[in-house]
């Protein structure tokens, strides 16, 4: 008989679910819409930054008719698939938001952090319990040209007020035990780790409370204008309301504007089945913050509440001509790559299985900071592009849309950030190229810490990918 690679044998059992979705009762699903309705505030799309669009609409008029309209249900996108990690972050990191905006970081930093203070003032005053852990997360040198960014990172960070210690490969595997550690960055304010289902859901049933009406199963398939509003049309209503806002992410676009703004980026996650106790004594990491490797492809890992290993990213995969096709979540090469490097990581837990192994989309822009603007004479607002850290800062995208719709200029609506876009992509075929050259000049500066003209040059037009 033939025998299995160990790599592959640890998969084998694996469910294609995100775990947060498999792992407990989802609640039941809302109706969908069948027959034509009105509202004042039309949101399509129920993962974060459609809820809290609707929550915070509701909280600043409570007479205001929210509707919510979700293709599947509320947690299917990225909001019930991601690694759960949270951050102040409005700019992909401190370094990003220097190198970007170095005139506004003060007020972008603020801005970061009475968002996530707001967050979970608003789940502590509705009772919503989403695992959340204030225990901030580690950055971990591989390779050591790391060593010495990660040191100067922590000067950084600590200039603009951040709680941060460096530490040495000895200190870092004392911390958590992996022997391709060579030093870390511990930064200890300003993150943590969550349940992204148990948080969509606590959002969902607290939009609900507010009068909110979520139809789920219930895709929005063309938008209009209609008079002084617009006009949405599913495939068996429609729907004429006041205001409109897009929140439906790294999906495919209702609205043609959006669709060079981001790329769809294929992003893969792994669970472990439960770790014993001599498991975990073996790693140690009894803090369970979270995880990130400091390269550009970078691992980013976690502990669960129930003791598994949640260990995703690295092999981010764009597919030609923006594809989206649900069958590319299950990459069996992408999900190996990810089981070899997990037990490269942590040597002491071979024999270990995966339970659960999915991707989802990353809505990526070319500044990885997201895209919020107008269309439609201000009828209409969308929120997207937050390339992977969305968890909160969807909150600051559906309070700058609501700023939109509602004709605000406010204090969100005139930061650069908002008010200029970033480059967008070209049309394919130079789009799969341009990303194919990008990915294999991040991959090189991995491996000898240098920037290479290619990326210079994108450095020097604004364009992101340096994180
Ligand atoms: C694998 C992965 C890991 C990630 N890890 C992290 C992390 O650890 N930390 C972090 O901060 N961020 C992370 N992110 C990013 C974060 O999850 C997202 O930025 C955030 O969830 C975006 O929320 P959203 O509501 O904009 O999008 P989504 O949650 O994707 O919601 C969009 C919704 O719109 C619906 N929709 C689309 N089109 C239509 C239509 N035509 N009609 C009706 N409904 C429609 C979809 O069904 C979907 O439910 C990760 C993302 C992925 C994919």
């Known amino acids: 008989m033939k025998m299995l690679s160990p790599v592959f044998a640890s998969l084998k059992e694996a469910e294609t679910k995100p775990f947060w979705i498999s792992n407990q009762d989802a609640p039941e699903a809302f109706p969908s819409l069948t027959c034509a309705t009105t509202c004042d505030l039309a949101i399509v799309g129920g993962g974060l930054t459609g809820l809290w669009a609707a929550i915070e609409a509701k909280i600043a008029d409570p007479t205001l008719d929210v509707v919510i ?3 599947q249900h509320v947690a299917y996108g990225a909001s019930g698939r991601n690694g759960g990690f949270f951050s102040e972050s409005l700019t992909h990191g401190l370094a990003h938001g ?4 170095p005139r506004e970081i003060d007020t972008l930093l603020r801005l970061g952090r009475e968002n996530v203070s707001e967050i979970f003032a608003y789940l502590d005053a509705e009772g919503i319990d989403a695992d959340q852990k204030f225990c901030g997360k580690s950055v971990m040198a591989l390779r050591p040209h790391q060593v010495d960014e990660l ?5 950084q960070l600590q200039e603009y007020g951040e709680k941060v210690e460096f530490l040495t490969g000895d200190e870092t595997r004392k911390d958590i035990d992996s022997p391709t550690y060579l030093a870390s960055l511990r930064i200890h304010d300003g993150s943590g780790i969550l349940d992204p289902a148990k948080l969509s859901w606590g959002l969902r049933q607290a939009a609900v409370k ?3 009406r979520i139809y789920e199963m219930t895709p929005v398939k063309a938008l209009a204008r209609n008079g002084a509003g617009m006009l949405l049309r599913t495939a068996s209503a429609e729907v004429s309301a006041h205001k409109v806002i897009l929140a439906t992410n790294a999906f495919a676009p209702l609205l043609r504007r959006m669709k060079n703004m981001a790329i769809p980026v294929f992003d893969h996650v792994l669970v472990t089945e439960q770790l014993t106790s001599s498991q975990i004594d073996s790693i140690g990491w009894k803090e369970s913050q979270g995880v990130t490797d400091a390269g550009n492809q970078f691992h980013y890992y976690r502990r669960t509440p129930d003791d598994r290993i949640l260990w995703g990213g690295y092999d981010a995969i764009y597919y030609r001509g923006s594809s989206r096709v649900a069958s590319q979540e299950q990459f069996d090469a992408s999900h190996q790559l990810l089981a070899e490097h997990f037990f490269e990581t942590f040597p002491q837990l071979e024999g270990l299985n ?7 989309m ?7 900071t997201p895209v919020i603007g107008r269309a439609f004479g201000g009828r209409l607002a969308y929120a ?3 390339t992977g850290l969305g968890v909160t800062s969807s909150r600051f995208g559906a309070k700058v849309a609501l700023d939109f719709i509602n004709n605000r200029t406010s204090e969100l609506t005139e930061l650069t950030l908002v008010k200029r876009k970033p480059i967008p992509f070209p049309p394919e075929p130079i789009r799969s190229a341009l990303v194919a050259k990008t990915r294999g000049a991040l991959a090189r500066e991995d491996i000898d810490g240098k920037r290479g003209p290619w990326l210079g040059l994108l450095d020097r037009m604004g364009v992101g990918f340096n994180s």
């Open 69 to 71: 309209l979700e293709s």
């Open 98 to 101: 220097l190198s970007l905006w």
């Open 151 to 155: 040191a100067a990172s922590s000067k």
């Open 210 to 212: 507010a009068g909110v």
């Open 354 to 360: 995966f339970s659960h192994k999915w991707a989802g």
């Open 362 to 368: 990353i809505d990526t822009t070319s500044r990885f």
């Open 384 to 386: 997207f592009g937050y």
